[in-house]
């Protein structure tokens, strides 16, 4: 990246700098007749030539006076309207520059990460490298757009005026710039201070954010080891730090600003003095005094301009440089190897041969020593050996992460370090333990691997057809991608389907390669599927909740389990919103967080007569609840058994419990109202036993169903999807849709035994494959936080397998599964890739004797080397590995 902001502003907006530089310069001459023509109102028109002088001839035409003033006057607000113009046209055309200069930077800096040495993540957190391109740059766009062509524009106003003023006299010209010198010598020096304060200021922002991150991943241990405390006396003393650093800033800062507002004000004092003095002796018109004057008025501003703007240019300079100097690592890729071609690879299977090869780390750890080996195409290699004794090295080395410090790489007749990573991307596959899950759904996630550029637009119509367009457009202009991101980015062809309809059976035999088929049917259960675009699904879920009723209905053990949903039923094992509804929430307007603030539900319980006897029922319970829980600790078990109330709550509860026996109900305030009707909301009957929801309480609750249905205004109609048992519910989860009602508390083993009989019903209708396919839909949460360390290591592992390379590297991929599913995986995976290369770095030396060849190392260097059967003797490491030893 270029060095200077300025080298990188001439370098990308040459052109556009000098279209600025050129309106500026055209706008100057209209600048300087806006200033003279007050003088000639005020003398030619309003002045003593009036009397005897009507009518003038001026242009070759003839006016009287008030013809002569309103022409003057329309030519002057002609010249204001003409330099608003200019201001307007330069100022958007600058602000759409310094937009266009700023998206540049952001993008090559994101490409830039994207091309730092893993290493570099190691001495970098995301905690620094996120505010760097998203708020540090942030100035820098208005400033780039600024840059040239504003210094020029407030530079060349300035001297318009100065000019105009030494063409009226001489001496209130240079008493108009008589303290410019001291203020030119003065606030730069006073603003270099302020901006090496500047400087420290990002650099404990930018620590304090890597802090903040920190704290943020680590905070399960701060909260195991009550270390909370230490975190907030630490992250005080950083506060404190950067307040004594902003203060000092503030005063160096006020003090620049006192001193240029001190020295502004002395000038007005020379206009006055000398100004009225040289009126007074005839030597200088009123006119041209109050036009120097209103001149005078006019030039403060260029030049708080171009002294803010020197501020401005110190300020983005310090930006651009500390932030460049973070994204220039030693090691980062060539950006050509990053868009390289994938033809650009070895013809045919290609093996591995090195020689010499050696790594060290930032640290000058050395992690392979003089490594010299051949690895053939299709050949099974298992690496073995301590953690950290190289074999984890040669895994990232092979796959092109690392690139070695020493000796040679080659894959087939290439050079490994001069592949472009298309050719390494794609023909290589790469999965540690760490396995990474991005924050999109377990589908988008597998097809990642497969999604190297775009090969078919999507079907639009003309007019997202031009938005399109245009948005690329202006990422051409900005120089970021032209890729069109909604386009379809699935190689289907390395994946080894003909078409997109051959995509769900294809990953759902891999889900079960990895073993990952049983998470996504569970997961599949928790999700939901939309009828409208999967109406063949929909309807054989119905079929399926059929055959479930019918089960339940059919064995005596089973019938028990489940309480279905009926429309003239209250369901005893359902909670009262959900009773009143009848329905599933599809947003959150009718959430059992909600639904007592509502207005519409509150209307509709006051229709029903049932607003008075659910604040009383509240009441009760909210004084059950204190009289429960007022001594018991706050893990006790009642309290995950009442759900409604929580430990916080509790002391809130009491205190409206006392206020409503000391009032009465009538006397409460809204806010406690709302309060107390949300508890009877979240009752069940079934599982809360309390006795307040007695026969005659669930008619009326029935009747307030009834009426909740039938007087729902259309604009709410779509905020709940109704219960209906020959419809497919869309809000509610497939599981849910082939229950159709709601489980018994209190029966043993209810959920195992019901998810058991789902599972025999689904596998009768072959609809298994349908659940997973939902299952791949799930949200994975942020980094994949909502899945277990082998559910993203199996994904992982997916990934890879989906796009079929030739070379799969896998180092420690399912070390997170148990020691039998290991077994079970590796076999699967080695099947799925016959014909390929697979090189594979275990822990576990048993596991290595699937594998054709063994690899033995230790201090970085092989010392052993040979199919398992051969090194599997007294005295080898791979029998003391394999012995436990």
Known sequence: MEPSIYRFILRYSKREQIVLLIMTGLSFPFLYYSLDLPKKIINEALGAKGAGGFPVEWLGLTFDQLEYLWTLSGLFLALVCINGGFKYVVNVYRGQLGERMLRRLRYDLYS?????????FRRMSQGEIIPMITAEVEPLGGFIGDSISLPAFQGGTLITILFFMFMQDPVLGLAAISLYPIQAYVIPKLQRQVNLLGKERVRTVRALSDKIGETVSGVQEVHANDGARLMLARFAERLGRIYDIRFDIYKKKFFIKFLNNFLAQLTPFFFYSIGGYLVIQGELSIGAMVAVLAAYKDLSAPWKELLGYYERKEDARIKYEQVIEQFDPPGVMDAAVQAGDAADGPAGPAGFRSSNLGLVDDDGETQLDGISLRIEPGERVALLGPTNGGKEALGLVLARLVLPTAGSLSFGDRDMAALPEAVTGRRIGYVGPAAFAFSTSIRENLLMGAMHRPLLEPERDEAARALVHKALSNAEISGNSVDDPGADWVDYDAIGVPDPSGLPGRLVELLDVVDLWDDCYLLGLRGTLDPEQRPDAAARILEARRGFAERLTGDPALVELVEPFAADRYNTNASVAENLLFGTPVDGTFSVDAIAANDYVRS?????????????????????????????????????QFSFISPDDLPEFQSLVTRTDRGGLDSLPEEDRTRLLSLPFKLIQARHRLGLLDDTMQRRILEARRAFAENLPPELTSAVAFFSEDSYNAAASVQDNVLFGKIAYGQADAAERVGTVIAEVLAALDLRSTVIEVGLDFQVGIGGSRLSAAQRQKIGVARVLLRRPEVLVFSDAIAALDGGAQGRVIDRILAEAEGRTVVWALQNAELARRFDRVLVLRGGKVVEDGPPDKLDRAGTEFRAMAAGG
């Open 604 to 640: 509709t319980l006051g229709t029903v007569g049932l607003t008075e006897d659910f604040l009383t029922m509240g009441r009760d319970m909210a004084a059950t609840m204190v009289e429960l829980f007022a001594d018991l600790p706050a893990d006790h078990e009642f309290f995950a």
């Open 112 to 120: 830039r990460v994207l091309r730092f040495p893993l290493g570099r």
